[in-house]
């Protein structure tokens, strides 16, 4: 350090020619750990050759300091968990913690760093809160916007509900792990003359959603067989191939009685295993409907469906309102966005959170004669990547997406031109990862992170979105800067950054353009942390408010590495980003801002 030779090294190679590293940024609240030294020594290793071989080699430093891994370390240190006791406590008082916490451990980062040799630029490295960063964060999202690609919807989603947030497919894929949950078979009584004394067999894992059923599905190409006990009189209807398997498994001797096929099934009425719901419910539920996904690989080839907790659940009803009507389908579930059952739920179970109500709803049905078996299934479940102990849930929920399904097959033709190492992660798992790509559940309602840049209209509806602080300064009758400047004057240290932050730019309203005499707020979401951190190739530079040149000159990178577990985050962030935002239509874009090179793909 005191000779400066990492300095020395980049001003001897000034006019060579570049090879580009992109920093992957850490998370400072948390202790270095033994892995960092194996990615940070990897990290020196390749750019050292580079730069032994007379290649201009920079190598800016970054810090990841927005999202849930800084709430919840926030949250542990004030010994709170939910969003009613963050709020109990302050939004502002919470965001200025989680801005201080970003920086708890630094010394040890540096310390680590210097002790490794690593050569990094730590004195002008990028951070994410940082209001150039922020803004360069705000005007890629309005791109997306102002071209259709992120929009609000109403979709089912990974939902962390301890956390009161949706969570994307990236964060949900670092979370699963093994466990095994309730296997429960149970009886759907018809309620129609052609077929006395008959009930439905079907089959769940998640007990906890039968309050919530709306459906029973079959596939209409597979025969069922209508079998009865021989010591009881009530007929079951299970599919054909299954049949013996499942006796087997009963520890029963069933006879069939007739095979039928799954279209003829189709339209059959039922009485659902709880009735809290019926009046809610609708003229079209509670019958029997066609789907493709139902197989004979395990159950009893009749799925249970509850729309409000599975996206191809959620599909079927959306296809049947295409015939019934929202009208007489609408989407009816008796849980709450904390994830405890309401007061439409059965009394037993109310106001409790709902994987813990398995074994009573069990119980229940047992009790009332409608549960046929039940046994423990292993498979492997999604909790949330930063509270390891709080399992997700799928529910509905409005929330911003960014249209990832429109570029899937850019995104794989980009994939074909990076050099993995090692090479089977091209095709496997960042392959089969872009293969099942679904939108990008992007927003978080949450605290500590980039807010959205969008504004809505309190008369109209309408939205635009906002590129910069300063676009919002000059909008006509612009009002609300006093929260930032009260806060700044109670305690001067506060750093100007957090102006772009919740609470203060929530404060901030101006002149609708939609609606005379309305007025624009912005919507209170904040985003993925993910999307921070896979917007640095430009946002590092403050681009393009700033930082044009930089950006071309180190854009895009010949070298990246991280751990494995990075496939879906980091580098599928960056992938998505990059061929989002400067692909097509956004060539155009890259093409006015003085890009000369080809994109989009980042490394």
């Keep these: 350090n005191s000779a400066n030779i990492y300095r020395k090294s980049l001003d001897a190679r000034a006019d060579a020619e570049r090879f580009i590293f992109y920093e992957g940024p850490p998370t400072a609240n948390g202790m270095p750990h033994p892995g960092h030294c194996l990615t940070r020594a990897i990290k020196d290793l390749f750019p050292r050759y580079r730069t032994m071989r007379g290649y201009l080699c920079e190598r800016k430093a970054g810090w990841d300091t927005h999202g849930l891994p800084v709430e919840v370390e926030v949250c542990k240190e ?3 968990h939910s969003k009613e006791e963050i709020e109990a406590f302050g939004v502002e008082p919470f965001i200025q913690k989680c801005q201080a916490s970003v920086w708890q451990y630094m010394q040890q980062w540096e310390r680590l760093t210097e002790r490794l040799g690593f050569w990094v630029n730590l004195k002008d490295a990028y951070v994410t809160y940082h209001q150039s960063y922020v803004e360069s964060v ?12 992120l929009y609000q919807g109403h979709k089912i989603v990974w939902w ?12 949900v894929g670092q979370g699963y792990r093994e466990v095994a949950d309730p296997s429960a078979f149970l009886k759907l009584p018809l309620l129609e003359d052609t077929y006395p004394n008959t009930a439905l067999l079907v089959w769940t894992t998640t007990p906890w959603t039968l309050p919530s ?11 069922y067989a209508v079998v009865r006990e021989e010591s009881e009189g009530e007929k079951l209807i299970v599919a054909r191939d299954l049949v013996d398997r499942l006796s087997e498994q009963f520890k029963c001797t069933w006879t069939i009685e007739s095979i039928t096929s799954g279209k003829a099934l189709v339209g059959l009425r039922y009485q659902p295993p709880y009735d809290s719901l019926q009046s809610a419910g609708g003229a079209a539920s509670w019958k029997v409907i066609p789907a493709d996904f139902v197989t004979t690989d395990s159950g009893t080839g009749l799925v249970h469906i509850a729309p409000a907790f599975g996206e191809d659940d959620y599909q079927v009803l959306q296809r049947e309102r295409e015939s019934a009507g929202e009208a007489s389908l609408p989407l009816i579930h008796c849980v709450g966005p904390d994830g405890k059952f309401t007061e439409q739920a059965p009394e037993f179970v109310r106001q409790r ?13 047992k009790t009332r004669g409608i549960l046929v078996h039940q046994s423990q299934y292993l498979h492997d479940y999604p909790f949330c990547w930063r509270a390891d102990q709080d399992p997700l849930i799928q529910y509905p929920r409005e929330s911003w997406f960014i249209r990832t399904t429109a570029c899937k097959e850019s995104m794989l033709e980009n994939n074909q031109s990076i050099q993995w190492l090692p090479g089977h992660i091209q095709d496997g798992r960042m392959g089969k990862f872009l293969e099942s790509n679904v939108d990008w559940a992007l927003s978080r309602e949450r605290y500590w992170g980039t807010p959205l840049p969008i504004w809505e209209c309190n008369a109209s ?14 909008k006509p009758g612009v009002q609300g800067f006093e929260a930032w400047e009260r806060a700044k004057k109670a305690n001067p240290d506060l750093p100007e950054d957090l102006c772009v932050h919740k609470p203060y730019i929530d404060a901030i309203t101006y002149e609708s353009p939609f609606a005379e005499g309305a007025q624009m707020h912005r919507v209170p979401e904040v985003i993925d942390c993910w999307y921070d951190s896979g917007a640095m190739p430009f946002a590092q530079w403050g681009f393009p408010q700033q930082g044009v040149e930089n950006f071309a000159a180190q854009f895009p990178a010949d070298f990246i590495s991280e751990a494995i577990d990075q496939t879906r985050g980091w580098f599928y962030s960056l992938l998505a980003i990059s061929t989002l935002l400067f692909e097509d239509e956004g060539q155009e874009t890259a093409n006015e801002l003085g890009l000369a090179h080809r994109l989009p793909h980042p490394f």
């Design 160 to 171: 962390w509900a301890q956390g009161g947030t949706a969570l994307s497919a990236g964060e």
């Design 353 to 365: 959170w709902v994987k813990e109500c398995d074994k009573d709803i069990l119980r229940d049905l």
């Design 213 to 223: 059923n709306q459906f029973a599905a079959v596939h209409p190409e597979i025969d």
């Design 138 to 149: 705000w005007w890629s999202l309005k791109q997306l916007f102002d071209r259709g690609m």
């Design 461 to 474: 509806g309408k939205q635009e979105a906002i590129a910069s602080y300063k676009e919002l300064q000059n």
């Design 78 to 80: 004030l010994g709170i």
